[in-house]
């Protein structure tokens, strides 16, 4: 009975090995693939930054640049929030 186990170990053993040495050598990850043409980098889509926005120092929203209302300590959405952010100054 022992010499069966080692038989299947042994066999084990060169079907691990025969499993390793006999894997295919594929080229997955070569460096120059042919199946992309060389040339400019996909356009990525650009997007229209059609204005800057800012943050709201009193309410962190972020909105227009146009629209801010520039006050003390930052811009600011309305003026409400200008008034009550520099009220809160003193
Ligand atoms: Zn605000």
Do not use: I
Not at 5 to 29: E, N
Not at 38 to 58: D, S, Y
Request: with cysteine; glycine share 8%; proline share 14%.
């Amino acid at each position: 009975m022992k010499l069966l186990f080692w038989v299947l170990v042994l066999a084990l053993f060169f079907f691990v090995l025969g499993f390793k040495r006999g894997r295919p050598d594929r080229p997955s990850a070569s460096p120059a693939s042919p199946a992309r043409p060389a040339g400019p980098p996909p356009a990525t889509p650009v997007e229209p930054e059609p204005e800057a926005m800012v943050r709201c120092t009193a309410c962190g929203m972020h909105f227009p640049a146009s629209d801010a209302l520039p006050g003390r300590g930052g811009q600011f959405c309305s003026a409400e929030h200008r008034a009550s952010f520099e009220a809160r100054l003193g």
